[in-house]
């Protein structure tokens, strides 16, 4: 299933490494070193190796495990140190590290609390574990429902915070640090909604374009018109350009603070994150 990694096995860094992604990995790695006083990161479930290439550049003693053999050949080509392994591999019994991490991951197993055991056993004392995955309690799955776009095959569990806060009460002794929610995928919300919960206008729309059509055949040379629709391919572009904007400009981290500080008061943002910590 996770072979679709093999696609990627020519890609350059740049396609690969998502700048984006970057500073927001940076960000997460930032906070977490505030947290623990070593610095040994492993990734688990790393795929082609981005936060494993992130945090190195941060001063991270960091690697990668993957059980996808094609993720795992891309990420040695681009230089970052990952290995196909399972995570409860006796190979790890004796190695400590002050930092694991699940990024989208746990959603992908279907015993989730014995990852959690796993790691508290391989986390250094005062080690943590930061993971995000969907919030199933999201505004986007409330209002997208089997139009979801990440309702996939290979993801087997989803969780809310309740649920993941349970999860973790009943399986480790894990401190829970703090799970909040955060972010909206406002691009893929608006781009489903218009195809989805719109079409009763299909036929109003189709007579406009068509009266579009007429104007421009008699528009004077040069002039021209935006497209009717928002296809998935421009959905996805202008959720990068928004991703672009709010992380690189001081009004959209403002205005991603904001928005993120009522997504976390109301736990109704798309990602879920959790913090725990070993005492």
Known sequence: M???????EGAPRE???????????????????????????LDVGCGAGQF????????WDATGIDLSEAAIRVAKRLGVPCERE???AASLDDKRFDLIVMSEFIEH???????????EQLLAPGGVVYLTTPNFDSISRHLLREELTWIHPEHVL????????????????LEVLRIETKNLAVADVISTLMRTRLAPLTS???????????????APAGTSSAPAGTSGVAARKADEALRTFVRQSPIGATALASANLVLRTLGVGDSLVAVLRKC
């Open 109 to 119: 197993v279907s015993d989730a609390g014995r990852f959690f055991a796993r790691a």
């Open 204 to 218: 109003s729309l189709s007579a406009l374009k068509r009266a579009v059509a007429r104007s421009r055949a008699s």
């Open 158 to 173: 989803y969780f809310d915070p309740r649920s993941i806060a349970r999860v973790v009460r009943d399986s480790c002794s």
């Open 52 to 59: 494993v290439d992130t945090a190195r550049s941060e001063g």
């Open 86 to 88: 399972d995570f409860f």
């Open 2 to 8: 996770y072979d679709y990694y093999r696609k990627y």
């Open 15 to 41: 396609e690969m490494f998502n700048r984006n992604t970057t500073i927001s990995q940076r960000l997460v790695l930032r906070s977490m070193g505030a947290l623990v006083s070593g610095r040994r990161m």
